[in-house]
């Protein structure tokens, strides 16, 4: 079986809202047909793929891609960092009834990941508790920060506890709110712009002390963990020889670094071959970004290229570690 927890929606009912309440939603659906696009207020826009709302396109994606099964998640878009807690809980509770209607509609195929409204701490651990409580939902998508702040910050730890608490694993998304300096041309604020964050978030996470304390917290990375595994080894000799690095943790981030969980979505075999070597394939899931245009159309062919890829690291990377991470398997 093969499973990508790397993939994303936006349901119907969000885009329903939007499309009643633009301004109450500061988004809008411009466009008809295979035309229509989301533009936000934000100043970000892109098409709305039938994919992002349609089950059965969602389907149809997954079968030319050799995917069984999807955990599907919210784009980013769609977190809504920036709101007030009404408007945050609101889409919030709009987006995750919409998944789980995505879900019931082909649950053989699809499972669901929630988005929590993290700027409101209390609400968002209010709305994780429902969804696992009315869903059974065992991830939650959260962003690699919080409008510029850091998931290692005191604030979010009740919500990183009781994830760990009740079992449901973090999947940390890189969140687009604007061009950094030096990231305004060439697409490179998603290019390089994404796995950078991906790379703060984590080293954060690591230097923090935040994975000591909640040993049995579960984070998942996006883009093979962005810049992070490359630069490992330059973590480790500064937590040698830095005190800000050892602060607040003795450990290892090296052994740190195998705390995390990783999707295969580096485009490159060779650098997916490190990524298995330095953590281990277990540690390793299907992720595609579908229906995004940066997603791996062909995610099998890629594990399949990977240099000296055996039986066993196939098999974690197709569902075994993701089983696992669902509660579905050992």
């Known amino acids: 079986m093969r499973i990508d927890l790397h993939s994303h929606v936006i349901p119907p009912r969000i885009v329903q809202a939007i499309t009643e309440n633009p301004l109450d939603f500061a988004a809008r659906i411009e466009g008809e047909g295979a035309s ?6 934000q100043g970000y826009v892109y098409p709305l793929f039938q994919e992002f709302f349609d089950a059965e396109a969602k389907l149809e994606s997954m079968d030319r891609k050799g995917i069984d099964v999807s955990v599907i998640s919210p784009a980013p878009p ?9 408007l945050a809980l609101k889409v919030a509770g709009l987006v995750n009834d919409g998944v789980a209607d995505m ?3 082909k ?9 929590v409204p993290m700027q409101h701490p209390d609400a968002a651990v209010a709305e994780l508790e429902r969804v696992v409580r009315e ?6 998508e959260i962003g690699t920060s919080v409008e510029g702040a850091q998931l290692a910050e005191e604030r979010f730890r009740p919500l990183l506890r009781r994830a760990s608490e009740l079992g449901v694993f973090v999947f940390a998304h890189p969140y687009y709110v604007g061009a950094k300096a030096g ?5 490179l604020t998603n290019l390089l712009g994404n796995p950078l964050d991906t790379a703060v978030c984590a080293a954060n996470l690591m230097f923090s002390g935040v994975l000591d304390e909640l040993p049995d917290l579960k984070v ?8 992070t595994p490359y630069q490992i080894g330059r973590l480790m000799h500064g937590h040698k020889v830095r005190a800000e690095t050892h602060a607040c943790t003795k450990s290892d981030p090296k052994d740190l670094l195998r705390r995390f969980y990783f999707d295969s979505l580096v485009f490159e075999p060779q650098a997916l071959r490190y990524l298995i070597d330095l953590v281990g394939a277990d540690r390793i899931v299907i992720g595609t970004d579908s229906p995004f245009d940066m997603a791996d159309q062909e995610p099998l062919k890629t594990l399949d290229a990977v240099p000296g890829i055996t039986h066993d690291e196939h098999h ?4 075994g570690t993701a089983l696992r991470l669902l509660g579905e398997g050992r």
């Open 135 to 140: 869903y059974g939902f065992k991830a939650i």
């Open 220 to 227: 998942l990375l996006a883009h093979g963990g962005g810049f």
């Open 316 to 319: 974690h990377m197709c569902c």
């Open 103 to 105: 879900v019931a509609a």
């Open 78 to 86: 769609m977190f809504y960092y920036w709101a007030d807690a009404d």
């Open 183 to 187: 990231l305004e041309d060439y697409y």
């Open 107 to 115: 649950p053989g195929r699809l499972r669901g990941m929630a988005s």
């Open 36 to 41: 229509r696009r989301v533009v936000h207020d």
